[in-house]
């Protein structure tokens, strides 16, 4: 980015064209650029009928422009515009132009982003039941299915292991004897998404070449489909090279190691450009990757549920009230939330 100059505060008459003139410069696409001036020339005409401007806006005068976001678009679409108001503060304060970023609170005490980049790829249900219909290797679809049908993050998928998972099919318990952890007692299954580990870190006797970024550990229930997708997955892993046990190992050049973030970037890749949805070169709002599945159970179970909590708690970007609200009564809210709208990625 880059440095302001000397007296640029006072030079600069249309904060909104400098920072999409900046977009240009920093290589976004016009569909990007087009998106963030409809959002930002809103919120500077808001700001006017107000009386004053986005360079002297306080919290109060964002807080009333989500407000009458709310009364026009589904929630969905008021967390990204706020997202990218927000992201224009933050730049501009970076490179000198304004002093503060009002929206920092605002954004802070609003549920989590659904989406910061306003050009994303949208894939309906029908087109994605076609994507993960075409994936024949047992690992690549149990590996997607588990990314879109539980939200986490591609390293975290990775760090499972064996112990993290909880099938109620007898043939799968029978197969491989390792118990699951404690914290799947009673929560027969589930997959545990722990809040650690962390790369570099040892963690259930192997160190860990990805990060986990949950604030909290995290139950996610499982449905027919995904423990299907994951019982033909177990019949043919191979061994696993490590003593942690994972839960996805590689069938290639790496036979019985972990799976690894770019071992997953790879055949989302291979699979996203055979359904012309990744490109050379492409940005995130041209291209499937691993995070575009964890955008794509966000955005279609929040607008089924329409429960920001449980959602937000699936994710792992959970605040301590969250937890205390439903962890301890997860049978009468999260998993009937979750098995009541959970979408099926079946043909």
Known sequence: MSEARSGEVAAVEDPVGYFLEDLTYHGKT??????????????????????????????RDC?????RLRGEYADSTVASYASYLHRFYGYMVEVGTFGRNPMALVTDEMDETIDTDPARREIGLPRMRAFVGDIEHPLEHAVVLTLLKTGMRVGECCNLDLRDVSLTDPEVRGTYDIPPRGGLDGRPASIYVASGPSRGETYNGEERGASNKRKRDTVVPVDDELAGALKRWLAVRPDAKSSAEPLFCSTKDEWGARLTPKMVRSFVTDHAREAGWYQAGGGAEENVTPHYFRHFFTTHLRDRTGDRGVVKYLRGDVAQDIIDTYTHNWGDRVREVYEANIYSLRE
Do not use: C, I, Q
């Open 30 to 59: 016009e569909r990007t650029r087009d998106a963030y001036e409809r959002v930002l020339r809103s919120a500077e005409r808001f700001m006017s009928e107000r009386g004053t401007t986005l360079a002297d806006a306080d919290r």
């Open 63 to 67: 807080m009333a422009w989500v407000h």
